[in-house]
């Protein structure tokens, strides 16, 4: 059972502050913060800086020196207890250390932990808690969960549809479709993912920045991905023009014409080759192993149909968001926010949920919530 008390809560909420100090310089290690209070005070604090360098309980202990003794230790994640990494296990600091209680938000997705650092600890006498803000401490580090789980990046599919499921008319006018309350959704989920990916026909047709923007608050621009398997971004594009507001991945297939790479490369975009998949399109799964190298470990797709229905067709997809406006577009020529391939022949064989899909209202439009990972399932 987990002691809920209002000290817990303050103290591991300071430790969530102090992982979050991590993000963008640990990867592909999790964000972790850690903070020591012996007798109801704060006596020592840390967080992971980047790999290699200690992590937050030693740094934590250290500063706590002899006060850590019969001290609480509060941390986000499991400590570890394996001895294939850089640096020594924590909990056998955490033992030395002294410390009679330790209060953890959730277990470590790493097979080399998880749950042994527990045992361990309790081997030693220590009291554990496990749970205490666990979905805050999943959200943190929702990519390192599914690095662990998926070998891949978390992958976030985002769109804004018109009730009949349109994403934009016949001649591809798609701004906007959703009201004020659903594009600043749209900013703040790209302010919280390492990359936005769309394919190169959304370019093509929007010209679109690709950035956050927030009005009054300071924001984070994701890594641009463009698929584009023939390179035919133009040079003269929004996201090639602001160059410096966030890199440029452009996904070229293995045929793609060098002249073309080669205009995109001195515009300052990075170009990646990928092998075509057996529906003819860039292999995603590459893509994925490629994403993970650069250490981009989570993902936000806004691709148009064709790339919403690759992601979902492969199962690479994590977590949906999806307005519904309040408007009809119809017609045969539409375009639908699942497109490409072949719809199955019975209803039996399509992509069903079973897990709770929540409508929340966003001004006029409808936000359906569809979360197919979780902290649960992660671990």
Same mark, same amino acid.
């Given at each position: 059972?987990?002691?809920?008390?209002?000290?817990?809560?303050?103290?591991?909420?300071?430790?969530?502050?102090?992982?979050?100090?991590?993000?963008?310089?640990?990867?592909?290690?999790?964000?972790?913060?850690?903070?020591?209070?012996?007798?109801?005070?704060?006596?020592?604090?840390?967080?992971?800086?980047?790999?290699?360098?200690?992590?937050?309980?030693?740094?934590?202990?250290?500063?706590?020196?002899?006060?850590?003794?019969?001290?609480?230790?509060?941390? %986000?994640?499991? =400590?570890?207890?394996? &001895? *294939?990494?850089?640096?020594?296990?924590?909990? /056998?600091?955490?033992?030395? +250390? @002294?410390?009679?209680?330790?209060?953890?938000?959730?277990?470590?997705?790493?097979?080399?932990?998880?749950?042994?650092?527990?045992?361990?600890?309790?081997?030693?006498?220590?009291?554990?808690?496990?749970?205490?803000?666990?979905?805050?401490?999943?959200?943190?580090?929702?990519?390192?969960?599914?690095?662990?789980? %998926?070998?891949? =990046?978390?992958?976030? &599919? *985002?769109?804004?549809?018109?009730?009949?499921? /349109?994403?934009?008319?016949? +001649? @591809?006018?798609?701004?906007?479709?959703?009201?004020?309350?659903?594009?600043?959704?749209?900013?703040?989920?790209?302010?919280?993912?390492?990359?936005?990916?769309?394919?190169?026909?959304?370019?093509?047709?929007?010209?679109?920045?690709?950035?956050?923007?927030?009005?009054?608050?300071?924001?984070?621009?994701?890594?641009?991905?463009?698929?584009?398997?023939?390179?035919?971004?133009?040079?003269?594009?929004?996201?090639?023009?602001?160059?410096?507001?966030?890199?440029?991945?452009?996904?070229?297939?293995?045929?793609?014409?060098?002249?073309?790479?080669?205009?995109?490369?001195?515009?300052?975009?990075?170009?990646?080759?990928?092998?075509?998949?057996?529906?003819?399109?860039?292999?995603?799964?590459?893509?994925?192993?490629?994403?993970?190298?650069?250490?981009?470990?989570?993902?936000?797709?806004?691709?148009?149909?064709?790339?919403?229905?690759?992601?979902?067709?492969?199962?690479?997809?994590?977590?949906?968001?999806?307005?519904?406006?309040?408007?009809?577009?119809?017609?045969?020529?539409?375009?639908?926010?699942?497109?490409?391939?072949?719809?199955?022949?019975?209803?039996?064989?399509?992509?069903?949920?079973?897990?709770?899909?929540?409508?929340?209202?966003?001004?006029?439009?409808?936000?359906?919530?569809?979360?197919?990972?979780?902290?649960?399932?992660?671990?």
């Amino acid at each position: 059972m987990i002691d809920l008390s209002a000290g817990d809560r303050k103290w591991m909420n300071m430790v969530l502050s102090l992982a979050r100090k991590g993000a963008g310089s640990v990867a592909p290690n999790p964000c972790v913060g850690a903070v020591v209070v012996s007798r109801g005070k704060l006596v020592g604090k840390g967080f992971h800086q980047r790999p290699g360098l200690a992590h937050a309980e030693v740094c934590a202990l250290a500063e706590a020196g002899p006060k850590a003794m019969g001290a609480d230790l509060y941390v %986000n994640l499991e =400590p570890c207890c394996h &001895l *294939k990494k850089r640096t020594p296990p924590c909990t /056998r600091e955490i033992i030395q +250390s @002294g410390i009679q209680r330790v209060v953890i938000s959730t277990l470590d997705p790493n097979p080399e932990v998880s749950g042994e650092g527990v045992r361990e600890l309790q081997r030693a006498g220590i009291d554990v808690s496990v749970g205490l803000f666990g979905k805050k401490a999943f959200e943190l580090n929702r990519g390192f969960f599914s690095l662990m789980k %998926n070998r891949r =990046p978390f992958i976030t &599919l *985002k769109g804004a549809a018109s009730i009949d499921g /349109r994403i934009a008319t016949s +001649s @591809g006018d798609s701004q906007w479709i959703s009201g004020d309350e659903s594009l600043l959704l749209a900013h703040r989920l790209r302010n919280t993912h390492d990359a936005i990916l769309v394919g190169v026909g959304t370019v093509l047709s929007d010209d679109p920045l690709l950035t956050t923007r927030i009005p009054g608050k300071n924001t984070h621009n994701p890594v641009r991905i463009i698929l584009d398997s023939s390179a035919r971004t133009p040079v003269n594009s929004q996201v090639m023009k602001r160059i410096s507001d966030a890199q440029v991945l452009i996904v070229a297939g293995q045929e793609a014409p060098r002249k073309n790479i080669e205009a995109l490369q001195s515009g300052g975009a990075t170009v990646i080759q990928c092998l075509m998949d057996s529906s003819g399109n860039l292999d995603l799964f590459e893509l994925m192993n490629h994403l993970v190298e650069r250490r981009i470990l989570t993902l936000l797709v806004e691709g148009g149909g064709h790339v919403t229905g690759s992601f979902l067709s492969r199962n690479l997809v994590d977590r949906i968001r999806l307005v519904f406006a309040p408007l009809v577009i119809g017609g045969d020529d539409a375009i639908n926010w699942v497109s490409g391939g072949h719809s199955p022949r019975m209803l039996k064989d399509a992509l069903r949920f079973s897990v709770p899909i929540r409508p929340t209202r966003l001004g006029s439009d409808v936000l359906l919530s569809i979360d197919l990972w979780d902290e649960k399932t992660m671990i």
